[in-house]
């Protein structure tokens, strides 16, 4: 199994709203990454979780909050966001090889925040 | 300066049509480079890794060069389905983390 799911797809919220993105994967991965798109730029780093801690938080405004639960499940929980959140939120995961980490994505949740 | 630049394009190229993308990096401490591909309105997929050696995958060629930072990817004879944003990605071992080129557009057209 080599694939990253997310859920939900779609993700539509008040400023004043509690949600959460959840994503996993099945390949064993021990890093996990949360990153944020917005269009036509490429992805951002968020966090990254290194072996269910988290080892990366690229500044991230605490109305964002990861939690990695265990291996191969990542949540990311969101309370009163902002519209300019509104993003494509994509999770990733990784395993060290010779030749560095190749990250898997997973399809990602468009978020729009009211 | 960002620290992986890609070709801003959009490169607009017809069928059969060879195109090259080029990106440098400034970080001498990246250790590892990817391409990855990324469809409108989809996640990033990996288009292939890329080696100091040079690496072919059936029309597509990688290639690094380490004293100038620099990395290339060829597509040969382009086919309708290469349309996509390619993305130039460096790997920081001792960071523990990505970093992302803006990306360049290729749409290849009839």
């Known amino acids: 199994d080599t694939e990253v799911t997310q859920t939900p797809k779609h993700l539509v919220m008040g400023m004043t709203n509690k949600k959460s993105l959840k994503c996993e994967q099945h390949?064993?991965?021990?890093?996990m990454y949360w990153y944020k798109q917005k269009a036509k730029k490429p992805p951002e780093l968020m966090f990254v979780y290194s072996y269910e801690k988290l080892s990366i938080n690229e500044s991230v405004p605490s109305r964002f909050s990861p939690e990695c639960p265990n291996s191969s499940l990542l949540n990311l929980h969101l309370h009163a966001l902002q519209p300019e959140d509104s993003a494509l939120y994509l999770c990733?995961?990784?395993?060290?090889?010779?030749?560095?980490?190749?990250?898997?994505f997973g399809p990602g949740t468009r978020l729009t925040v009211l | 300066r960002k620290e992986v630049e890609q070709d801003p394009g959009p490169f607009n190229v017809p069928e059969g049509a060879t195109v090259a993308f080029n990106c440098t990096y400034s970080?001498?401490?990246?250790?590892?480079f990817f391409w990855y591909r990324q469809d409108c309105r989809k996640e990033p997929k990996l288009l292939m890794s890329v080696y100091s050696s040079g690496n072919e995958d059936g029309r597509f060629t990688a290639q690094l060069n380490r004293a100038s930072q620099y990395i290339s990817l060829l597509i040969r004879d382009s086919k309708l389905s290469d349309s996509a944003t390619y993305l130039c990605?460096?790997?920081?071992?001792?960071?523990?983390?990505?970093?992302f080129g803006d990306g360049t557009t290729l749409t290849v057209k009839p």
């Open positions: 990605v460096s790997y920081n071992t001792n960071a523990g983390k990505s970093t």
């Open positions: 390949m064993g991965h021990r890093a």
């Open positions: 990733a995961s990784s395993q060290e090889s010779t030749s560095g980490r190749i990250q898997f």
């Open positions: 970080n001498s401490a990246s250790q590892s």
